[in-house]
């Protein structure tokens, strides 16, 4: 991937997470130079880990939020075989946010229409522990709609019992046109 310059504001806010950074314990570690960080968006017809990014048409569309209701009905009796499964256990959040890119890229390139996107369930309600459960679940809304793919989704649904139910999602593309 290419480097580019940062520009003056971008290069003030660099330094200010440079000075923020601390090594771990017993470790000696320089904070990352702005040159290996990844561009923000590549340009059409670039790849991301093997993956093509979408035109720019799809880049800044939201995921849409309705399907008609054959659709509704079929993926809530659970009779939609998924197309592709994205299991995102035992992620940290880069490492699920970075999978489930690369896995909507991945369906996209197959034409794959349904994801069957595993992200293990939210944690009760009257759990009282402290604990991190639910962060991956919690952030997918957010990962979606900001993705390079957010224009090719046509929906997002619970799925079915028999597909994980409140531990996973149906995402549903947009068919190719």
Same mark, same amino acid.
């Given at each position: 991937?290419?480097?580019?310059?940062?520009?003056?504001?971008?290069?003030?806010?660099?330094?200010?997470?440079?000075?923020?950074?601390?090594?771990?314990?017993?470790?000696?570690?320089?904070?990352?130079?702005?040159?290996?960080?990844?561009?923000?968006?590549?340009?059409?017809?670039?790849?991301?880990?093997?993956?093509?990014?979408?035109?720019?048409?799809?880049?800044?569309?939201?995921?849409?939020?309705?399907?008609?209701?054959?659709?509704?009905?079929? !993926?809530?009796?659970?009779?939609?075989?998924?197309?592709?499964?994205?299991?995102?256990h035992g992620h940290?959040?880069?490492?699920?946010?970075?999978? !489930?890119?690369?896995?909507?890229?991945?369906?996209?390139?197959?034409?794959?229409?349904?994801?069957?996107?595993?992200?293990?369930?939210?944690?009760?309600?009257?759990?009282?522990?402290?604990?991190?459960?639910?962060?991956?679940?919690?952030?997918?809304?957010?990962?979606?709609? #900001?993705?390079?793919?957010?224009?090719?989704i046509a929906a997002?649904?619970?799925?079915?019992?028999?597909?994980g139910g409140a531990?996973?999602?149906?995402?549903? #593309?947009?068919?190719?046109?």
């Open positions: 991937m290419a480097a580019r310059r940062l520009g003056p504001d971008e290069e003030a806010l660099w330094a200010r997470v440079r000075a923020t950074v601390r090594a771990m314990p017993g470790r000696k570690a320089a904070a990352p130079s702005p040159e290996r960080l990844p561009l923000p968006a590549p340009a059409t017809g670039m790849t991301v880990a093997g993956v093509p990014t979408p035109p720019p048409s799809h880049a800044r569309r939201e995921p849409g939020h309705t399907l008609d209701g054959g659709w509704d009905r079929r !993926l809530a009796s659970g009779v939609v075989a998924p197309d592709r499964t994205i299991d995102l940290t959040l880069a490492s699920a946010h970075a999978a !489930l890119e690369m896995g909507l890229g991945q369906a996209l390139m197959h034409g794959d229409r349904v994801i069957l996107l595993i992200t293990g369930k939210p944690p009760r309600p009257e759990s009282q522990r402290p604990h991190a459960r639910g962060a991956i679940r919690a952030a997918i809304p957010d990962w979606l709609r #900001l993705s390079a793919f957010s224009g090719a997002v649904r619970n799925a079915h019992p028999r597909h531990g996973a999602l149906y995402v549903v #593309l947009r068919r190719r046109r």
